[in-house]
């Protein structure tokens, strides 16, 4: 009898560990299907105790619930366009320090450079793959909370992604562009104090005229930086990512600002010359009502008469009496 009930008791057990395990199981099956949001694309790597842990599959945007395995790990990645935004304003950047990129002008005067990257991420599959293998096993630190996250963790792991390894492309692209080019070509108020510094190095040149700026148009180098930056781009994240995980790149360069020095130094070049243009006006003024009292004169002198007449003209409305003298007066009735 104790044999028997030491049986059945092994049985019972046996049952409820088979009931606990089948609960688990079907608990876990049921979390093994997934699907994609119409802007995310899906990388599904094996993850289940006894399995490898290689990629299984790619899930295209907007699918329906797929079988994607035992406690297997799905990669999301966005699947539409996204952004990277270099700028100062606050809550606007990518970075929570509002960190522009600062290159040097090619006559070493420092710029901040703010702009925007449009770009999309490869869905081609066998691309995603390889881009899962070689990102989405690494983690990165984002800047805002010291943290590190996988490309696949949300915004946060994308921002990481994007600020450790496509920022640094960027910036040098940036740094070689904009080295082509002097401060005026970029910012035509450069131009400026640039003359300032030429007259005060040479006094003899100054001729008390504004500044003429480059002869080049500072749009049309903007532009131009832009449309170098954009077929640059695409060649150099290729080359440093391996292939071309990143497609459809556009760069629009957005702002050029100087340092607050250089900025200072020009808001008084603008002022001086300011007070220079009103200074010529006066003086010009003055010259041509001279010329003209010249004129005058020479013409009271031929014609004495036209003097007088020039001169009853004159009186104000308000005289009653003009008399200037030598017996001779004038009295409005």
Known sequence: MRFRSWRSRAGIAVLALLGIYLLVLGFSALGSFDRTNGGEVAVVRNGGPLDNHRIRQVIAPASGRVWVGLYSDVHKYPAQQRFYTITANEGQGDRPDHEVVRVPSKDGVEMGIEGTLYFSLNTDPDVLRTFDDKFGTRKFRLLSDGKQYAPYDGDNGWSAFLDTIIRPVIDNDLREQINTFDCAQ????????????????????????????????????????????????????????????????????????????????????????????????????????????????????????????????????????????????????
Do not use: M
Request: charged content about 15%.
């Open 186 to 333: 970029l910012v035509s108020s450069c131009a400026l104090v640039q003359l300032g510094a030429n007259q005060a190095v040479n006094p003899d040149s100054v001729t008390g005229t504004t500044p003429t700026g480059p002869v080049e148009s500072s749009n049309g180098n903007i532009a131009a930086v832009q449309k170098a930056i954009n077929e640059s781009l695409a060649r150099d994240l290729e080359s440093t990512l391996g292939e071309a995980f990143l497609v459809d790149l556009k760069f629009n360069l957005v702002r050029i600002t100087l340092p607050a020095q250089v900025q200072e130094a020009v808001n008084k070049a603008q002022a001086a010359f300011a007070g220079v243009s009103e200074a010529q006006a006066r003086v010009a003024q003055a010259r041509a009502d001279a010329e003209a009292n010249k004129i005058h004169q020479s013409g009271y002198a031929a014609c004495p008469a036209c003097a007088a007449i020039d001169e009853l003209k004159a009186i104000p409305p308000n005289v009653t009496t003009f008399a200037p003298g030598a017996g001779f007066a004038i009295t409005s009735p």
